[in-house]
């Protein structure tokens, strides 16, 4: 795999983890206070929980692909 393939990937799994965090923790915001304040502490743990994600999914998508070539 190539250095472009790997970081096109994690890109669009980062993407896409962070837009699922984010509608997951507006609904959840939503459902517990019943109104949605955006505040920067809300963004930032979308992010973080986002990069956590995306990055243990290639973790174990690069362990995959090793074991599919041998």
Do not use: P
Request: aromatic letters at 18%; one cysteine or more.
């Amino acid at each position: 795999m190539t250095r472009f393939k790997f970081y096109s990937n994690y890109i669009a799994c980062l993407l896409g983890t962070l837009i699922a965090f984010e509608l997951c923790w507006i609904g959840a915001k939503y459902v517990i206070e019943g109104e949605v304040v955006h505040t920067y502490l809300d963004h930032f743990i979308a992010v973080c929980g986002a990069w956590y994600l995306a990055r243990d999914t290639m973790r174990l998508w690069l362990k995959l692909q090793k074991k599919a070539q041998h």
